[in-house]
């Protein structure tokens, strides 16, 4: 039981260049969702999806992309990498979108954009 | 808008010492809260949480009440340790909501 895994562990980009990161899971949640975490800056969302087909934006969704073409997985594309986006990715997932269920997370993507 | 806001770190504490780790919220109606903590180079991983008013999560040695009438969810630990070390987040989710709203975390160094 793997949990929610990521793929890669680190990256680095020139500026420009695009890229997919890949989140799974094995615990069968309806809920995926990506934020990026800067220094004294917490967790911001991304883009989220509550379910297989659907994505939704977040706080912070420009120059970002996602997709979640199967239940079990949950991708996040840069287009067109900018300084701005090195960043790390954590992805987590949920069971319910009722209150009281914890998110639980990837151990995360460390990007570089130079 | 639901929001959650942490006292700012770091936070230096000798082994054994007594920690308290402020978090309070803005938020309609009665949200969920959580401690999530992130040792360094991994995810975060939940601590405890509280569903509703009075409720008191604990964990590990850590504990946190949910107050509703000061809007705070606190987290203490009697006697810490180095393995304590790391960065803590304070959350909260809205029932029949599907978003968590965290804090900026809070660093936690341990000393022996």
């Known amino acids: 039981n793997a949990g929610v895994t990521q793929t890669p562990k680190f990256r680095v980009l020139k500026t420009g260049q695009s890229m997919t990161l890949l989140c799974a899971q094995d615990?069968?949640?309806?809920?995926m969702y990506w934020y990026r975490q800067d220094p004294g800056m917490g967790l911001r969302l991304i883009h989220y999806?509550?379910?297989?087909?659907?994505?939704a934006k977040g706080e912070v969704p420009d120059g970002y992309n996602v997709s979640r073409l199967k239940k079990q997985n949950f991708l996040l594309g840069l287009e067109s990498a900018a300084p701005s986006q090195t960043s790390v990715y954590f992805c987590a997932t949920q069971d319910s979108g009722q209150g009281g269920y914890e998110q639980f997370f990837g151990p995360g993507t460390r990007l570089t954009v130079l | 808008g639901d929001s959650v806001t942490q006292m700012e770190g770091p936070v230096t504490l000798s082994e054994e010492a007594f920690l308290t780790i402020n978090c309070t919220y803005t938020?309609?109606?009665?949200?969920?809260l959580f401690w999530y903590v992130q040792y360094p180079g991994e995810g975060l991983q939940l601590l405890l949480k509280?569903?509703?008013?009075?409720d008191k999560g604990s964990n590990k040695g850590f504990e946190a009440t949910y107050r509703k009438e000061t809007t705070s969810f606190h987290l203490e630990k009697g006697s810490v340790q180095v393995s304590d070390s790391a960065v803590y987040f304070c959350?909260?989710?809205?029932?029949?909501?599907?978003?968590?709203?965290f804090g900026s975390g809070t660093k936690l160094n341990v000393k022996p």
């Open positions: 509280a569903t509703k008013a009075d």
């Open positions: 959350a909260l989710s809205q029932y029949n909501f599907n978003k968590f709203y």
């Open positions: 938020a309609t109606g009665y949200p969920s």
């Open positions: 615990m069968n949640h309806e809920y």
């Open positions: 999806s509550v379910g297989e087909g659907t994505t």
